[in-house]
């Protein structure tokens, strides 16, 4: 294989017309938030994201905590039942995402398990208030 003159000029081409030096942020904002507005639309969204799996988590842990540790005499064993039924209930779950995942659309799947969990999420607030 051979390569011409324009194939090895691309990617200095290419280096040279990048904006990804941080040449155009000052010292605070290259360390404290270095993101382009450009590139704010494709941050955000994930930043909300993993802000929100944040905040399940944490509520998760809470509910554990209050739940399992009122037994102290038990808590250890219930801790650990608690692991393993999760992880026993997990695979099945994920292998049917997987598989589901091959045979219909995303956006399919995302509302099918929208429309599973909304009805649990509702009844578990009707409960705590």
């Known amino acids: 294989m051979t390569v011409t003159k324009d194939e090895k000029k691309k990617p200095e081409a290419v280096a040279a017309n990048s904006s990804d030096d941080d040449s155009d942020f000052n010292f605070i904002q290259k360390w404290v ?6 590139e704010l639309p494709k941050v955000l969204p994930v930043v909300l994201l993993l802000g929100l799996a944040l905040l399940v988590y944490t509520a998760n842990r809470d509910v554990k905590d209050a739940v399992v540790f009122r037994e102290e005499a038990q808590s250890m064993m219930t801790i650990q ?3 393993v039924l999760v992880m026993i209930c997990a695979i099945p779950v994920a292998t049917i995402f997987l598989k589901l995942d091959n045979l219909v659309s995303r956006d399919f799947i995302f509302f099918q398990v929208l429309f599973f969990f909304y009805p649990i999420f509702c009844s578990v607030m009707q409960l705590t208030v």
């Open 81 to 83: 039942y608690c692991k």
């Open 33 to 38: 938030f270095p993101v382009r507005m450009h």
